[in-house]
């Protein structure tokens, strides 16, 4: 003896208290299309939803869609619950034409026989249902914006990002904070004043390997300042060819002010986790720098008023 299976039937018609309008939109986003096609379940005509159910499934289907205000109802589904094995006493039943009645596409709204997908968007019906009914088994959900096609992704889509970022100082890729790029700034300085200063002393000896040497380390402390700059864009949400604009005359000094004023994101962004928490030493290496920048502007202001 077979197990008894069940269908979900709608024709139309609206739980207690629910508007027509309301019923619209709770199922515009349950099933996750647009009114224009919730439209064509609310012609009059009785649509099968959902068929070859057990019990239990079909009261789980029922439970969701009269939530969204969808008047449906739990049918016993004879050509489901027939064997599939003929015997004597039922070969006329097994041998019965297959229902060749019309589906409404739950996604897409398309009217065609039915199939196990919709010929027009492509889906497989039970599987697309499926998941809107699990996902619909809290009633509050129906009515949540999250639950909207155009909302943000809450759940992980790819693998579950770090916490933090990984600090990669030679690179493009990742994410700088701002006392960050001031302490990185400042340690780059500060190292590239003593190969200035060899390349200076090469320049008594031979001013073309001064000159040579002098070029290559200007164009090394260029290039990791450009890394920082990026990774300081990156932390803002911005794309690092932005950096480009410090080269504008005036307008690049702005932006790159701007670069040490904006805060970075505290959550991940499209170039990844937010950078790991300040160090001490980070902190100690940002302030003595703004210290620098703060004696070196009294002291462009008091030399000239000392008449030296």
Request: hydrophobic share 45%; proline share 6%; aromatic share 6%.
């Amino acid at each position: 003896m077979t197990q008894t299976r069940f269908k979900i039937v709608f024709n139309g018609e609206l739980m207690p208290d629910i508007s027509l309008e309301t019923a619209k939109d709770n199922l515009a986003r349950l099933f996750k299309s647009d009114r224009t096609r919730i439209n064509s379940l609310f012609n009059g005509s009785t649509v099968e939803i959902k068929r070859d159910l057990s019990e239990n499934e079909a009261d789980q289907y029922l439970k969701a869609l009269q939530s969204a205000g969808a008047k449906v109802r739990k049918e016993q589904d004879l050509a489901a619950s027939l064997s599939l094995v003929e015997t004597d006493d039922h070969r006329s039943e097994a041998s019965a034409p297959v229902d060749n009645t019309q589906m409404t596409c739950p996604k897409c709204g398309h009217q065609q026989a039915k199939a196990i997908e919709c010929s027009a968007c492509g889906i497989v019906v039970e599987k697309f249902i499926a998941r809107q009914a699990m996902l619909a088994e809290n009633p509050g959900t129906l009515i949540s914006p999250a639950t909207t096609p155009y909302a943000t992704p809450k759940a992980a889509v790819a693998e579950n990002l770090p916490e933090f970022s990984e600090l990669k100082p030679f690179t493009t890729d990742g994410r700088i904070g701002r006392l960050r790029y001031l302490a990185w700034s400042l340690v780059l300085m500060l190292a590239c004043l003593p190969l200035f200063g060899i390349a200076g002393g090469f320049m008594l000896a031979s001013e073309v390997l001064g000159g040579i040497l002098i070029a290559v380390a200007g164009i090394a402390v260029a290039v990791v300042g450009i890394m920082f700059g990026v990774q300081r864009l990156h932390d803002i949400g911005w794309s690092g060819w932005l950096l480009l604009v410090t080269l504008v005359p005036v307008v690049g000094g702005v932006f790159s002010l701007l670069m040490f004023i904006i805060p970075g994101s505290t959550e991940a962004n499209r170039f990844g986790p937010p950078p790991p928490p300040n160090s001490k030493a980070v902190t100690i290496l940002a302030l003595s720098w703004i210290a620098i920048i703060v004696l070196g502007i009294v002291a462009a202001i008091s030399i000239p008023t000392l008449g030296l």
